[in-house]
C-alpha cells in the first residue's frame, strides 16, 4: 500500500463498513420494535381512596407491535411498577409481588387485538387528605418493557406511562347499625340481637353489650375485604330479657386499625306475669243406684272449700241424661251442681271442671270415679279447647 492508499478509504471499503454497521443494527431495531403498546381506555385515576381500602383499576392496551402477547412459549406479562421500578405503597393484598401488579401466562394477545388488565390498589397510611400517584408500565418478561421508559433512559417510548393518581385519605371507623327482635319482650324470655358492621377497608369484630352481659363475635378471614366492596359482618346474639322497662343495647365494630364505632338500640321488656296461685280443692259427690245393674243416678256434686263465683261444671262422656249442654251436664257458680237425671256406668268418664276466677278459660280437672267415689286432680291450668268441654293440658 503507498502513502497515497492510506490516506484515503476507497468506496468499497465504505460500503463494507456501512453494510457491518447495518448488520449490527439490525437485529436491536427489530428487538425493539417487536412489543408496542397504546392505551385504549383506563380507570380510575384522579378518585378517592380510603387508607386500608382496596380499590379496583385496569388499563387496556392494544397490541401495536409485531410480535404477540403471551401464549405457550411466550415470556409472562406483567403490569409492574415504573419511575421508579421499586416497590409500590399501594401495595395490594392479591399482587404476586411489591413491583408488579399483575403477571399472568396470558392467553395469546396478537399484534392488533387488546387486552384488558386488571388490578388493584390499596390505599396506604396517611393522616391527611394525600395526592399521590403510581406509574405503571408493561413488561414481557423480565427485560422488555414497553413503556414511556424511565427516568434518565434514552430510549424511544414503546408504550404509555400507566398514570395512576389518586387522592388518599385517612381511614374512617367501619359504619355499625344494631335492632333487636322482637324489640317488645317478657322478662325472662329469650330474643335476638343482629348488629351489621361495614367498612371499606376491614372489620375485625363486633362486641354486643346488654344488661352486663357482653359477646364478642370476630370476623372470620373467610370474609376478607372484597376490592370495590363494602367489608360487611352481621352477627345474631341471643340473649335473655332481665329487669323491666326500655333498657339500652350497644354494639360497637372495630377495624384491624382499631378504629372502632358503636350504635345503640333499645328492647322494651315487660315484667313477667305473678306465678298463678295453685288452689286445692275436695270435690264430693252422691250418687244412688238405679234399677239397672251397674248404671248410677248422679245427685249431687260439691267442692269446697267454695268460692264465690267460681264455675263449676260436671261433664260426662258415656252418660245418659237430658242436659241441653251437650256432655256438660251442669254448671254452678254456687259451690254445688245438682244433676238427678244423669245417668252413669263404670265405663262413664266423669270429669270435674273448676275454673279459676283470676285466669279466665284456666281450669283444673277432676276425674270422678263412680265406684271408689274417689277425685283425683288429674291437671293443673288446663285450657277449655271448645264449647263441649274437651280440655287441653
Known amino acids: 500500500m503507498t502513502r497515497r492508499d492510506a490516506g484515503c478509504v476507497r468506496p468499497a471499503r465504505v460500503a463494507a463498513i456501512a453494510a457491518a454497521t447495518i448488520l449490527v443494527l439490525l437485529p436491536q431495531t427489530a428487538q425493539s420494535a417487536k412489543y408496542k403498546a397504546k392505551l385504549l381506555e383506563s380507570c380510575c385515576a384522579g378518585e378517592t381512596i380510603e387508607s386500608g381500602a382496596t380499590e379496583p383499576a385496569f388499563f387496556t392496551l392494544l397490541n401495536e407491535g409485531v410480535d404477540v402477547w403471551g401464549g405457550t412459549g411466550q415470556p409472562v406479562v406483567s403490569i409492574a411498577t415504573d419511575d421508579p421500578r421499586a416497590p409500590s405503597e399501594f401495595l395490594a393484598a392479591n399482587w404476586p409481588s411489591p413491583e408488579r401488579a399483575f403477571q399472568a401466562d396470558l392467553s395469546p394477545v396478537f399484534p392488533g387485538s387488546s387486552f384488558k388488565f386488571e388490578i388493584d390498589v390499596k390505599g396506604p397510611p396517611v393522616t391527611a387528605p394525600t395526592n399521590m400517584t403510581q406509574h405503571f408500565g408493561l413488561l414481557i418478561g423480565e427485560k422488555d418493557w ?17 398514570t395512576l393518581p389518586l387522592t388518599v385519605v385517612p381511614q374512617q371507623p367501619p359504619g355499625i347499625e344494631v335492632g333487636a327482635t322482637p324489640s317488645k319482650i317478657v322478662a325472662g324470655m329469650p330474643f ?11 372489620v375485625n369484630h363486633v362486641t354486643v353489650e346488654y344488661d352486663g352481659h357482653s359477646v364478642t363475635s370476630t370476623v372470620p378471614r373467610s370474609a376478607a375485604i372484597v376490592p370495590d ?13 332481665a329487669g323491666s322497662g326500655v333498657q339500652n343495647i350497644t354494639a360497637t365494630a ?15 321488656v315487660l315484667a313477667a306475669p305473678p306465678a298463678p296461685t295453685v288452689r286445692k280443692f275436695t270435690a264430693r259427690f ?11 243416678r248422679l245427685l249431687r256434686v260439691t267442692i269446697e272449700p267454695t268460692v264465690r263465683g267460681e264455675l263449676l261444671s260436671v261433664v260426662c262422656h258415656g252418660c245418659q241424661g237430658r242436659s241441653r249442654l251437650g256432655p256438660v251436664l251442669a254448671r254452678s257458680t254456687t259451690g254445688t251442681i245438682q244433676a238427678h237425671h244423669t245417668t252413669f256406668t263404670a265405663q262413664s268418664r266423669l270429669f270435674l271442671y273448676v275454673r279459676s276466677r283470676s285466669e279466665r278459660g284456666r281450669y283444673d280437672v277432676y276425674r270422678v270415679n263412680p265406684l271408689t267415689r274417689q277425685v283425683p286432680l288429674l291437671s293443673e291450668g288446663c285450657t277449655v279447647i271448645d264449647s263441649t268441654a274437651h280440655v287441653g293440658c
Request: cysteine-free; overall charge negative; hydrophobic content about 35%.
Open 146 to 162: 414497553v413503556d414511556a421508559g424511565a427516568k434518565g433512559e434514552a430510549k424511544e417510548p414503546l408504550g404509555p406511562d400507566l
Open 192 to 202: 335476638e340481637v343482629t348488629a351489621v358492621a361495614t367498612s371499606d377497608a376491614s
Open 229 to 241: 366492596e363494602q367489608t360487611r359482618w352481621s352477627p345474631t346474639e341471643t340473649f335473655v330479657a
Open 254 to 268: 372495630w377495624d384491624d386499625a382499631g378504629l372502632s364505632a358503636s350504635a345503640t338500640t333499645t328492647v322494651d
Open 286 to 296: 252422691r250418687a244412688a243406684t238405679t234399677g239397672r245393674r251397674g248404671h248410677y
